[in-house]
Structure formats: C-alpha cells, structure tokens
C-alpha cells in the first residue's frame, strides 16, 4: 500500500497529516500551467505543489490552487474562478500538466515517464469539463506536410469552435460535425506558430468561448497555390448548426463547390418560415456588391430554395448565405457560407437580370438566364409566373406572352433598335397598370 512505502521513505514528519479527519499529503513537481511553453523540457527545481487525500479507501488527487482561479500574462493579479476539474480528478487526466517527484504519487500503472510527460499532449481542463474526446494529432508540435496541417477533434455532442494562428497568416478551412470538427490549416508564413483552439456549447449562445488546446505547428514550407478570399468566414460548408438555423437536405454537403465551367446550383428544405438571400464575394475588388448579387438566381418553390450561381470570372468565391423570419421586420443575419472554386480561366458569366420587387416567391426564369442580350437578335423568353393574368415583354415594341400546357407563359421579341428590355405582368385582369418583373440590358449595336 503506498502508506506504507510513505512510512519507509518518508521522516515521520512528512507522513500523511490529518486535516478534518482526512489524511492529506503534501507532493510536489513540474507542472504545466502558467508560463509553460510547449516542448519544453524540465529541469533543476520543483515549481508546483499539490495535494493527495485519502477518502473512501483509496488516494485522490487535489490541486486547491488551480481549482481557485489563475494568474493573468504578467503574473501581477490572480483572478478566483473555481474549477472543480482539479478536485478528485482522475489520475490518467491529472497527469496531464502535473509531473510529481515520486512517480507513485501519479497513481497510475504505468507510470509516465518525465520524457512522456514533456511530450505529451496538453489539454487544457475545459478539454475535458467540455465532454471533448480525443485531438489528432496527440503531439503538441505537428509539422506542415506541403504546407499544410489537419487537425481533427472529436467531442460527445455537437460543439462550436474557433482557432487562432499567432503570428502569420494563414488560409483555413473549419468544418464542423455533430461529433468534432476538422480543420485544415495552410501558414503563409515559415518557422514556429502556436495555434489555439477554441470551443463553447452548442446551447448557450451567450457562453464565452474557452481554449481548450494548445499546438506548435512548425511550417517549414508554403502551398503558395493555395488562397481564400478573405470574406470567407469559419466554419463552411453546411453543418449540425445550419440545420438548427432551418437548412435541411443540401444538395451538396461538403464545404467547397468545385466547378470548371464557372456554373453551379445549391438547394436546401427549409423547416422554418424564412426568407433567404445570397451574396458572392472574391477578392476582385473590380465587382460592386450590388453587381456580385446579380451572379445569382434564387428561386423559391413552397419550401425549398434553389441557387443558380453564374461566376463573373475564375478564382475563388464566399457564397454567403442570410435569413431572417418572414414575420421579422429586421435585417438578414448571416447563417453561413460556401467556398466556390473554380480554375478555368475562360470563364466568364454575365450577371442575371435585375429582379423587382414585383418578382414573386415561385417565380422561375428558365431563358434567357444572361442579364445582358445580343443586340439585334430575335430573344426567346420562357417564364413560370402564377397568379397573372397577363404578360408581356416591352422593347422598341410590346411582345405578349403566351400561356403553355406545361404552365410557362412564353414568347419571343427583338431587340434591334433598343438598350433596355422589360418583362412586365398584369396581376388582375380588371386593373389598368403592368408591373415590372424583370429588366435586361442589350449589348451596344
């Protein structure tokens, strides 16, 4: 029993004291809290205290002052916050940051070498308070493989986090699961950078964000190939989370959309009653917002949504995507977004028609898609409008729209002659005034 080793080892005054009828032993060793670097070694002196108790038959560990609060950077105030992770913790989760003189005092079988202990992995105590699993790689210094790291973590319930990369900037590409998340990291700086993980509940939208770990990456080369555009905001692609917010069933799951003809679609269900926009941002500071909008087409059908996205040239794109309830008067809150890539440098779409207000939810335009018509040429228009009585498109001449079997109302115009077209529809036979729908620019002559 170690209260014998302690009676063999120990001078009588070291022995196990009795404080509120517990037996309670005074340790000592290395620790890993306040000022501790990552891959550092130790050496010479103890720099921590802590305590074993004896309850219920067995040893505990204790460390009353980490489980009190904690010192700020520059070690001038302590602030009290108590932590019960560091009361009776498990031994296999105390030896983390706590290294005692005499390896007995780990309680552990094995015991942990101090050359483990160095190497090993540091989770903070909010890692495990959090219900947090496991974090790959489990080494605290992690090297660039072509320039770049992937870092998974893994948790019981869905959770959501955020990093930090001291001293360089990087691209990164956060995705979050219902049990973790995966984070893809590319430095654009070489040497040695701490990286900082974050995380907080999924429930409390007014909880803090804790670091929960700690990495070194050192990077030792760039993928100068690889760039995002800075409106690209963590995590992307659709989650646990975008479905809490209504967007259920995506037509695709991923984070990036890849397309080499500059074209793409995106669809969801959505279980709420909202009203849904999107917004196509790159680094090209040659696109007004209002033009970057026009790449896109929405479509509204009871209660799913289509995207019909037409890139104005290659690169890499922030689809972003806003909702707000139907009955809410206020401003669009962001939800989340997409990476859009795309390589071919041919590309180039012209932007759809500019849309009024008159456009209704279940309005669809099937041709001509193009916001930007060729000069001269006999134009085919295809429309599904419900709840119209007539419809029609204004140019240099009227040209009416004929209602189909297969409910599109159609038709044709030209555009010689004229710089602007419009689609135009009378919503009841009885009144007297078109409404505008839809407007195309022609090409000069």
Same mark, same amino acid.
């Given at each position: 029993?170690?209260?014998?080793?302690?009676?063999?080892?120990?001078?009588?005054?070291?022995?196990?004291?009795?404080?509120?009828?517990?037996?309670?032993?005074?340790?000592?060793?290395?620790?890993?809290?306040?000022?501790?670097?990552?891959?550092?070694?130790?050496?010479?002196?103890?720099?921590?205290?802590?305590?074993?108790?004896?309850?219920?038959?067995?040893?505990?560990?204790?460390?009353?002052?980490?489980?009190?609060?904690?010192?700020?950077?520059?070690?001038?105030?302590?602030?009290?916050?108590?932590?019960?992770?560091?009361?009776?913790?498990?031994?296999?989760?105390?030896?983390?940051?706590?290294?005692?003189?005499?390896?007995?005092?780990?309680?552990?079988?094995?015991?942990?070498?101090?050359?483990?202990?160095?190497?090993?992995?540091?989770?903070?105590?909010?890692?495990?308070?959090?219900?947090?699993?496991?974090?790959?790689?489990?080494?605290?210094?992690?090297?660039?493989?072509?320039?770049?790291?992937?870092?998974?973590?893994?948790?019981?319930?869905?959770?959501?986090?955020?990093?930090?990369?001291?001293?360089?900037?990087?691209?990164?590409?956060?995705?979050?699961?219902?049990?973790?998340?995966?984070?893809?990291?590319?430095?654009?700086?070489?040497?040695?950078?701490?990286?900082?993980?974050?995380?907080?509940?999924?429930?409390?939208?007014?909880?803090?964000?804790?670091?929960?770990?700690?990495?070194?990456?050192?990077?030792?080369?760039?993928?100068?190939?690889?760039?995002?555009?800075?409106?690209?905001?963590?995590?992307?692609?659709?989650?646990?989370?975008?479905?809490?917010?209504?967007?259920? +069933?995506?037509?695709? *799951?991923?984070?990036? #959309?890849?397309?080499?003809?500059?074209? =793409?679609?995106?669809? /969801?269900? !959505? &279980?709420?009653?909202?009203?849904?926009?999107?917004?196509?941002?790159?680094?090209?500071?040659?696109?007004?917002?209002?033009?970057?909008?026009?790449?896109?087409?929405?479509?509204?059908?009871?209660?799913?949504?289509?995207?019909?996205?037409?890139?104005?040239?290659?690169?890499?794109?922030?689809?972003?995507?806003?909702?707000?309830?139907?009955?809410?008067?206020?401003?669009?809150?962001?939800?989340?977004?997409?990476?859009?890539?795309?390589?071919?440098?041919?590309?180039?779409?012209?932007?759809?028609?500019?849309?009024?207000?008159?456009?209704?939810?279940?309005?669809?335009?099937?041709?001509?898609?193009?916001?930007?018509?060729?000069?001269?040429?006999?134009? +085919?228009?295809?429309? *599904?409008?419900?709840? #119209?009585?007539?419809?029609?498109?204004? =140019?240099?001449?009227? /040209?009416? !729209? &004929?209602?189909?079997?297969?409910?599109?109302?159609?038709?044709?115009?030209?555009?010689?002659?004229?710089?602007?077209?419009?689609?135009?529809?009378?919503?009841?036979?009885?009144?007297?005034?078109?409404?505008?729908?839809?407007?195309?620019?022609?090409?000069?002559?």
């Amino acid at each position: 029993m170690i209260l014998d080793w302690l009676r063999s080892h120990y001078e009588k005054e070291s022995w196990p004291k009795c404080i509120a009828g517990v037996q309670c032993m005074n340790l000592s060793g290395h620790s890993k809290g306040h000022g501790y670097r990552i891959g550092q070694t130790f050496t010479g002196e103890y720099d921590h205290a802590w305590n074993a108790v004896y309850l219920d038959g067995k040893w505990h560990l204790v460390d009353s002052t980490w489980g009190s609060g904690s010192m700020d950077d520059c070690f001038s105030k302590f602030t009290f916050r108590y932590n019960e992770f560091y009361f009776l913790t498990h031994p296999a989760l105390f030896i983390n940051n706590h290294f005692p003189d005499n390896s007995n005092w780990q309680l552990l079988k094995p015991t942990v070498t101090l050359k483990q202990f160095e190497s090993n992995m540091l989770y903070k105590s909010d890692f495990y308070k959090m219900g947090l699993l496991a974090a790959h790689p489990e080494t605290p210094i992690i090297q660039t493989v072509n320039g770049k790291v992937a870092i998974a973590v893994e948790s019981h319930s869905p959770m959501l986090f955020m990093f930090e990369l001291k001293g360089a900037k990087e691209y990164s590409l956060m995705t979050l699961k219902r049990s973790g998340m995966n984070l893809e990291l590319y430095p654009q700086k070489i040497g040695s950078h701490k990286l900082q993980i974050y995380a907080k509940s999924s429930k409390g939208s007014e909880e803090l964000y804790s670091c929960v770990l700690e990495y070194i990456v050192e990077c030792s080369s760039m993928d100068r190939n690889v760039y995002f555009p800075k409106e690209l905001h963590q995590p992307v692609g659709h989650s646990w989370f975008t479905e809490r917010q209504g967007f259920l +069933k995506p037509s695709h *799951r991923g984070p990036i #959309i890849n397309t080499n003809d500059g074209r =793409c679609d995106l669809s /969801f269900i !959505l &279980s709420k009653d909202l009203s849904v926009l999107a917004s196509l941002h790159s680094d090209n500071k040659s696109h007004t917002e209002d033009t970057s909008r026009r790449h896109i087409l929405q479509v509204c059908q009871g209660n799913k949504v289509d995207f019909k996205i037409h890139l104005p040239h290659a690169g890499n794109f922030a689809l972003k995507i806003f909702a707000k309830k139907k009955s809410d008067p206020g401003n669009y809150n962001y939800i989340f977004n997409y990476l859009i890539s795309c390589p071919n440098a041919d590309v180039k779409w012209p932007v759809f028609p500019q849309t009024y207000s008159k456009w209704a939810e279940g309005f669809e335009l099937v041709e001509p898609l193009a916001g930007l018509l060729t000069a001269n040429h006999s134009i +085919k228009f295809k429309l *599904r409008l419900h709840n #119209i009585a007539k419809a029609f498109v204004q =140019c240099e001449k009227t /040209f009416p !729209l &004929s209602l189909s079997k297969e409910g599109y109302w159609e038709g044709s115009c030209s555009t010689s002659g004229c710089t602007e077209v419009f689609v135009m529809v009378l919503e009841n036979a009885n009144h007297k005034f078109y409404s505008h729908i839809l407007k195309y620019e022609v090409e000069p002559q």
